[in-house]
């Protein structure tokens, strides 16, 4: 049984409030990555030059996208074009909640071991445990992806930016 109002019914209008409060949590979630990049562009002044080359890149890579994202919103927006197809992330049913808090608890180890088992080995089970959540036993066979990945980071951190990244026990 649905009430009726002039010409709308109720359900039309929690549909067009749930629109709008969509694009509410949008430009707040914009102006927060925003705000993120700028605020680690900012703090990596005090780093030295090839220290804080990383960060300010990483930084204006994320300001770049966000701000494609927010002209894309907005062409959208302006073209009348509301998002007719269900975005699969609006829902956090229990599997999602359950991949956002094993990567939380995956970066919490990652920073927790790092020191105690060096980079390398740490940010292959980092990566290894993330492919294995997303993707099931079908990740499992690029296992090589999570083997080789940090070790090329390893490298170009030592020895292009010349940063020290904790080793592993048996290199030390």
């Known amino acids: 049984m649905s009430c009726r109002f ?3 019914t109720l359900n039309l209008l929690l549909q067009e409030r749930t629109l709008k409060m969509d694009a509410i949590k949008k430009y707040v979630v ?6 993120i990049s700028l605020l680690v562009y900012l703090s990596s002044a005090e780093l030295s030059a090839s220290a804080r080359a990383f960060p300010r890149a ?3 890579g994320l300001l770049v996208l966000v701000v494609l994202l927010i002209v894309t ?4 927006q302006a073209k009348g074009d509301s998002e007719k197809v269900e975005n699969p992330g609006s829902s956090l049913n229990v599997k999602t909640m359950s991949i956002l ?6 970066n919490v180890l990652f920073v927790w071991l790092m020191p105690k088992i060096g980079f390398e080995v740490a940010g292959f089970l980092f990566i290894f ?4 959540m997303l993707g099931g036993k079908a ?3 690029y296992w090589w992806v999570a083997l080789g990945l940090p070790i090329l980071l390893g490298v170009v951190f030592r020895t292009l930016l010349d940063l020290r990244l904790p080793l592993p026990p048996f290199m030390s």
């Open 58 to 60: 990483m930084a204006l």
């Open 129 to 132: 445990g993330g492919m294995i």
């Open 73 to 76: 919103n907005a062409i959208k």
């Open 6 to 8: 002039p010409g709308r």
């Open 139 to 141: 990740a499992a066979r």
């Open 30 to 35: 914009q102006a927060g990555l925003v705000g």
């Open 101 to 106: 808090v094993g990567f939380i608890v995956f």
